[in-house]
């Protein structure tokens, strides 16, 4: 980070020689201050302060490290302003590539509602009640079947838990528990239409 003080000579911010008894090294910041308010004022009339700020900070550093010879106002000025349009150009690229001129905040956004509605809501708790309902009237064989397969048991873990001969068996005792209980809801759902 660069420190730029404020202030300094005015005979080294007109880019005279510095005034004798005032070090280089003063002198060149006092030239850099100056400069510095000058190259903010060209970039904040073009973008944003805070932006602009950025970017003033950005090209000071530049002179400083890549430029240090160059000692004068006559020739930091030119060089600077230079580079700003340069760094102004980037920075309008890298917003532009990464879309922040066109982002809008979410609270702006009408962002669809993933879940159900409350209509689907309540469809959904009629029918896992008919299920419950059907499911307390089928053989206890059924209800053990579905209970094993709705808490993730395998065909074969089901097998050996009712000792059944074949895992065939299971897969026909399954099959046939499931269209009893559809029955049994579609019976349900007659009834309460009617």
């Keep these: ?114 879940g159900p509605s409350p209509a689907e809501a309540a469809e959904r708790s009629r029918l896992a009640e008919r299920i419950e309902s059907a499911a307390a009237h089928l053989e206890p064989r059924c209800q053990t079947i579905l209970r094993m397969r709705l808490e993730g048991y395998s065909f074969p873990e089901i097998r050996a838990h009712l000792r059944a001969a074949a895992i065939g068996t299971v897969h026909t005792w399954d099959f046939r528990c499931r269209q009893k209980l559809l029955a049994l809801v579609h019976q349900e759902s007659r009834e309460e239409r009617s």
């Design 1 to 114: 980070m660069v420190k730029v003080t404020e202030g300094g000579s005015s005979a080294a911010a007109t880019g005279s020689p510095p005034v004798a008894g005032e070090s280089p090294a003063l002198a060149r910041q006092a030239v850099l201050a100056a400069l510095r308010e000058r190259v903010l004022a060209f970039a904040a009339s073009r973008m944003g302060r805070d932006v602009a700020e950025d970017l003033t900070q950005d090209v000071l550093v530049l002179l400083v490290q890549k430029y240090p010879a160059v000692e004068h106002a006559e020739d930091l000025v030119p060089l600077s302003l230079r580079i700003m349009r340069f760094k102004m150009a980037g920075y309008r690229r890298r917003v532009r590539r990464r879309g922040e001129d066109t982002a809008r905040s979410a609270d702006e956004l009408d962002l669809p509602d993933r």
